[in-house]
């Protein structure tokens, strides 16, 4: 029994020397919380938005997009003019931006990272648009670029700028098509931006550090950026809230709400580029005519699902372009809820309780058919399954009777892109570019992106001209056109875009951070401790 | 010798079949190898095709499956497509933060839970006997994602004691050779005590049974009756013969301390067999998910060869043949 005792007592000790032996780093840093880890240091073979919203801190662009999601100011490029017949822009890069191996960035580089950008054996994710849009990019000597376009049109610069500038000296020693089965460039990358890559341990922490031959020499002002990798939410939170994390991305409205009065915290609003949608499958009889897409939008009280479920965090949508982007057509009212005005469309229609079973129906064929459909949306988002259970109740009082189905992510886009579904509620973010041909034209129903089958050759022919035209506000006048249409055929029930909402430790002196749809971490170089 | 040989040689192909059934399973569902690819709107067919031939997804399944077997042949376990190296070294670098974990939750879990046993059964009947039986069958039966947020919650969040997540500290590098010590035992106390204290509940139950089993039978009562003392009767007669059963439990519980679990690196960000696990399935990187199907069933088996081993080394009454 003593000897019980006694280990009782020391395992006890143990413990608690355990408990109070810590050693403190110096509080010149922050950190950021993440869910998930980056899945790359080479920027074209990443997939995740987190890992790109990194290497945008360590490696640099030609220029930077502004915040009003269409003008660029200078960054690696000090200027750069355009050719009278505008298919041909050349930048003069600046002559003082070295790799962290020291070797100078030059128009080379540049010119090498279109060659990968466009590689059918690097099947870079966004190459598409560069392929199609730009001829070729040449450097005419160490700091003069030339890049030559296909056609004039109005993204000229967003398209380069997409392309991202790797060091050529290094990327070139592994060929192409061995760059998806060798990890050389998951080590420790060259860069040139203002911060660079300490270390990357795997599923726990990234560490970026100052960058000491940055160009500019007044950034960043925070020298060393932890990135903290925690799987689980729960856990991420309790760190945040108890100081241990500085920045926590993508919080849940209600969590926001909960924890507004902690004096160590705040939390960051700001809009976003991207919507929530109902998208009602055509091919389904149902729902092919417009009417019942209409009083479907009529029947489904929004309103009251941005008020309960997210908090008051969103707005509502009106059109697939965001109100905050240039070219929303902001006499766009939404939908109102009006139930009244949903029945007579539906009945007009010719959607009756004939049977008085509740649920709707009409002869579709020789065959009485309720209106019954079932609405699948992905398991990970929590909100929308929320959302689905406010919609389901909202029908129901017109008589329509809708299933929820939940399917793992890419389960569930398989669903939709093989047209497998009746509705779904899911989201997109929107590209700066404005193209709703990927969603809406008729020419997407096969094989693209126009899941709904949603065809109307007057929205065709309109959208086409309106994308290559090249005086954004003649495009402008086009795009409000556009969304009219679209407005009044409802492929989809807009529902709301969301805003974002991420938190962040009064350590960081707020004034200095700037967090937009391009980027959470947008100027990350500028941030300043208090 | 041969006995042993023959079981690991059978052990290898049962796994070895069951990664194949698991192979073929994954290539009947939706085979698309990054789900972010579909989030892209704008990306067509070509691209996505291109994609798929860059990994080789594009091949007849025939084809695919004799590529595989190449790559067991060689030793790789085939190529992991998130991680771009080959997956028996994917595995190697989980399998060290899993064994982090795993080991002091095994010393833990049979320690604790062989001790707490023998206690009770000594105090059979008595109030101490009775709290602490029912209090096991709680932990027995408490789940470790909860286990797991409440002790981060009273651990780190109230009282700051212990880190919450991770298996070291980030200045790990800057600390001398005994402050990393201190530094990794303070990381792997919370993730050890929650996967250690389901087992540790059921293993003092079960060393409880048997030693009550072992106090009834008539060998004690002679040892009693010729008047040995309490401490050889303890040792000599009781102690080796209640805990041969426990043995059992080894082989059965090693999978749950080697072969990672899900649940408990997912909350306490460890690195491990079954955080690679989700993110090869979640990902559909195919070879991860088989090539650690193979490993984690590999260990299954190895556990049940273990404790039969074991068993004829502390029973002479049982031989292998």
């Known amino acids: 029994m003593r000897i019980n005792h006694l280990l009782f007592f020391l395992s006890l000790i143990t413990l608690i020397t355990l408990a109070s032996c810590t050693k403190e780093i110096e509080k010149n840093y922050i950190i950021i919380g993440s869910t998930i880890d980056i899945d790359s240091f080479n920027p074209y073979l990443s997939t995740s938005l987190f890992t790109q919203d990194l290497l945008d801190r360590v490696y640099l662009r030609l220029a930077t997009e502004q915040e009003d999601y269409k003008t660029f100011t200078p960054l690696l490029a000090k ?54 849009n730009i001829e070729f990019v040449k450097a005419l000597n160490e700091t003069t670029l030339i890049v030559k376009y296909r056609y004039v049109y109005p993204y000229q610069l967003t398209d380069i700028n997409d392309v991202w500038i790797i060091p050529r000296h290094i990327y070139e020693k592994v060929p192409f098509s061995e760059w998806r089965r060798n990890g ?24 970026l550090i100052k960058n000491e031959n940055y160009f500019d020499k007044n950034y960043p002002k925070i020298p060393r950026i932890f990135v903290k990798i925690v799987p689980n939410e729960s856990n991420l939170l309790l760190q945040f809230l108890n100081g241990e994390i500085d920045v926590l991305p993508s919080i849940p409205p209600a969590v926001a709400e909960k924890y507004e009065n902690n004096p160590n915290v705040k939390f960051i609003k700001y809009p976003f580029l991207a919507y929530e949608y109902i ?73 009756k309780d004939s049977d008085g079973d509740g649920i709707l129906d009409k002869i579709i064929n020789n065959k009485k058919v309720d209106f019954k459909f079932t609405l699948i949306t992905n398991a990970e988002n929590l909100t929308r399954k929320e959302v689905a259970t406010a919609i389901q109740n909202d029908l129901l009082k017109l008589g329509i009777k809708m299933e929820i189905q939940v399917f793992e992510f890419n389960t569930f886009m398989r669903h939709i892109l093989n047209r497998n579904f009746d509705a779904v509620l899911s989201g997109w973010r929107v590209a700066t570019k404005p193209d709703l041909a990927t969603l809406f034209h008729s020419e997407a129903i096969k094989t693209g992106h126009n899941i709904v089958s949603y065809s109307n050759p007057y929205f065709d022919k309109l959208n086409d001209s309106a994308a290559v ?15 009219e249409i679209i407005y009044d055929d ?34 990350l170089h500028e941030w300043e401790l208090k | 010798m041969g006995f042993i040989l023959k079981r690991l040689i059978n052990s290898i192909f049962l ?72 997956v028996i070294n994917c595995i190697m670098e989980s399998l060290s933060s899993t064994l982090t974990i795993g080991i002091p939750a095994l010393v833990f879990s049979f320690g604790v839970g062989i001790l707490i046993g023998i206690q009770s059964a000594r105090n059979r009947g008595k109030l101490i006997d009775r709290i602490t039986t029912s209090s096991l069958l709680v932990l027995y039966s408490i789940p470790s994602f909860w286990l797991g947020i409440i002790l981060i919650l009273l651990f780190s969040y109230t009282f700051r004691l212990f880190p919450p997540s991770g298996l070291h500290s980030f200045n790990f590098n800057e600390l001398n050779f005994f402050e990393k010590i201190f530094d990794l035992l303070r ?6 005590l929650t996967l250690g204290t389901p087992p540790m509940a059921a293993i003092a139950r079960f060393t409880r049974n048997t030693m009550l089993k ?100 502390f029973d002479p009454r049982i031989r292998l043949k």
Not at chain 1, 184 to 207: H, M, S
Not at chain 1, 282 to 297: G, P, T, W, Y
Not at chain 2, 56 to 82: A, C, M, R, V, Y
């Open chain 2, 15 to 86: 796994s070895f079949g069951i990664a194949i059934v698991v192979f073929l399973l994954l290539r009947i569902l939706p085979s698309v190898s990054f789900s972010d690819i579909y989030l892209n709107p704008r990306l067509s067919e070509e691209m996505i095709r291109r994609i798929k031939s860059a990994y080789g997804l594009d091949e007849p399944i025939s084809i695919q499956f004799l590529n595989w077997l190449k790559e067991i042949i060689t030793g790789n376990l085939g190529f992991s497509f998130i991680y771009r190296k080959p």
């Open chain 1, 279 to 351: 998208g009602w499958n055509q091919r389904n009889q149902i729902f092919a005519d417009k009417r019942v897409r209409q009083a479907l939008s009529y029947g489904i009280n929004v309103d009251e699902i941005i008020k309960v479920i997210l908090r008051g965090n969103a707005v509502r949508a009106t059109s697939p372009f965001p109100s905050i982007f240039w070219a929303h057509n902001e006499k766009l009212k939404p939908y109102p809820y009006n139930p009244e005005k949903a029945k007579k469309l539906l009945s007009e229609a010719g959607w």
């Open chain 1, 79 to 132: 200027r750069w003019e355009w050719s009278k017949d505008s298919t041909q822009i050349t930048f003069y890069l600046r002559n003082d931006v070295y790799w962290t191996d020291g070797v100078k960035t030059t128009a080379y580089d540049v010119e090498f990272s279109f060659k990968v950008a466009t590689s059918p054996e690097v099947a870079w994710l966004n190459a598409e648009d560069i392929i199609r």
């Open chain 1, 184 to 207: 050389y460039f998951d080590e420790k990358p060259v860069t040139n931006g203002p911060y660079k890559v300490a270390r990357w341990e795997r599923g726990q922490v990234i560490e």
């Open chain 1, 469 to 483: 035209l090249n005086n954004l506000s003649q495009a402008k006048i086009l795009w409000d056109k556009v969304q």
């Open chain 1, 490 to 523: 409802q492929p989809y029930t807009f529902l709301y875009e969301p805003v974002r909402i991420n938190g962040i430790s009064k350590r960081i002196d707020l004034k200095t951070v700037r967090m937009n749809s391009i980027s959470f971490l947008y100027n």
């Open chain 2, 214 to 313: 072992v106090l009834s039978q008539t060998y004690i009562k002679t040892a009693i009756a010729k008047g040995l003392d309490q401490k050889t009767i303890f040792y000599r007669h009781i102690l080796p013969n209640a805990l041969l059963p426990v043995i059992t439990l080894f082989g059965l519980y090693l999978p749950i301390f080697f072969a990672g679990s899900i649940v408990i690196e997912e909350i306490f960000s460890i690195p491990g067999i079954g955080k690679s696990t989700v993110d090869s399935i979640l990902q559909r990187d195919y070879p991860l998910t088989v090539g650690i199907t193979l490993f984690v069933s590999f260990i299954v088996i190895l556990g049940n060869l273990i404790s039969d081993i074991l068993y004829s080394i």
């Open chain 2, 187 to 192: 990381h792997i106390f919370l993730p050890a």
